[in-house]
């Protein structure tokens, strides 16, 4: 299994701003996944972050909005930039080992 | 493109009922499936999957669910549900890569 942490586990940032959000695991692993879930949605994901390379962005995620770094083979960040009220979710970092996918906590993240 | 539908967006039963939560999805191809359960306060965790095989697969903490490729359907059931299995229950599909699709998932609040 994976032990995965992930700070801060909520804020409350204002509009305009940005928030990044940490995800390290305890294992190494060659990709990490960056997750949305708004309110009354489904998981859906953001991009997937291979170290050592530009992240893979989903359609309808940029990069300039979503910068994800993946610095090694435990750890990656996502900052959700210029924040607005629609960017109001729980973020959520996964990995996979074998084929079960395993998930941090979330970040719950409000703009006001 | 993948979908899924998970058609109980909240359930509410006694302890001791019976429990199914129904999933569907959409895709021509070979599937694998999973549920994954989020109790309050803590991650997604895996609770069953199914990827070929007998199409009645047992999880963890009684759950089980039920391949019907006709239907296009993988429904979770308890024949008995506790207290403590008040969670969130999210359907997802994947089709041998990385990505998966999941669900808006199912409020289950048992009352004891």
């Known amino acids: 299994s994976a032990v995965i942490s992930q700070k801060p586990s909520r804020d409350i940032c204002q509009r305009g701003t940005s928030l990044t959000i940490q995800c390290q695991v305890d294992s190494q692993v060659t990709m990490m996944f960056w997750y949305r879930q708004q309110p009354g949605q489904s998981l859906t994901l953001i991009a997937t972050a291979n170290q050592g390379s530009e992240a893979t962005y989903e359609s309808g995620f940029v990069i300039d909005k979503f910068p994800i770094s993946r610095p090694n083979l435990t750890f990656s960040t996502l900052t959700v930039s210029n924040l607005s009220p629609e960017d109001s979710s729980i973020y959520l970092c996964?990995?996979?080992?074998?084929?079960?996918?395993?998930f941090g906590q979330g970040t719950r993240l409000t703009v006001v | 493109a993948q979908s899924v539908s998970q058609h109980n967006h909240h359930v509410i039963l006694s302890e001791a009922a019976s429990l199914e939560l129904g999933c569907n999805y959409s895709?021509?191809?070979?599937?694998?499936l999973f549920w994954y359960v989020q109790y309050p306060g803590q991650h997604l965790q895996l609770l069953l999957k199914?990827?070929?095989?007998?199409?009645l697969v047992k999880g963890i903490k009684g759950f089980e669910a039920e391949f019907i490729k006709s239907k296009f359907s993988f429904n979770l059931r308890k024949p008995s549900v506790q207290w403590s299995d008040t969670a969130e229950y999210f359907c997802?599909?994947?089709?041998?890569?990385?990505?998966?699709?999941f669900g808006t998932g199912t409020r289950l609040k048992v009352l004891a």
């Open positions: 997802a599909v994947n089709s041998g890569t990385y990505k998966y699709i």
């Open positions: 199914y990827f070929s095989g007998d199409p």
């Open positions: 996964s990995v996979m080992l074998g084929t079960e996918a395993f």
């Open positions: 895709y021509g191809g070979t599937v694998n």
